[in-house]
């Protein structure tokens, strides 16, 4: 799946401001991109979704979404840890390195959809963040 840009000035992640895990683990991911190195869009914005006229809105809505520079598109666990690549710093480096052993990548596959199913009443017993309760 491609993005209707041919090449993208920086990566893009499409998150879900409607779901509060969604919205919480981004904040906490933004705040990792030290170096602004990807977009962060809300694919409910309409311009957002003329830009991506591809995407499949409703599996969006279901998981991460990482357009490349390329236009190329990953999803779910895969684009967690591409997003983790290009943060970079300790973190993001051992998390891409993890991802790289054998079994990490299935098993963190079987994690996100078992995340990805329940985020609404995961989002419910999350505590407030300030991003969460500003007005």
């Given at each position: 799946?491609?993005?209707s840009?041919?090449?993208?000035?920086?990566?893009?992640?499409?998150?879900?401001?409607a779901c509060k895990l969604c919205t919480t683990t981004t904040s906490q991911l933004r705040d990792l991109d030290k170096s602004g190195a990807i977009d962060w869009l809300d694919l409910h914005d309409p311009a957002v979704r003329r830009r991506f006229p591809r995407i499949d809105w409703k599996r969006a809505e279901e998981e991460m979404h990482l357009v490349h520079r390329s236009g190329?598109?990953?999803t779910g666990a895969r684009a967690v840890a591409?997003?983790?690549e290009l943060i970079g710093g300790e973190v993001g480096r051992a998390?891409?390195?993890a991802m790289k052993l054998p079994g990490v990548r299935d098993a963190a596959d079987i994690v996100y959809h078992i995340v990805s199913e329940n985020r609404h009443r995961l989002g419910k017993v999350m505590p407030e963040t300030p991003e969460a309760a500003a007005p």
């Open positions: 799946m491609t993005s840009a041919a090449v993208l000035e920086r990566p893009v992640v499409l998150f879900d401001s190329r598109v990953v591409d997003v983790a998390a891409a390195a």
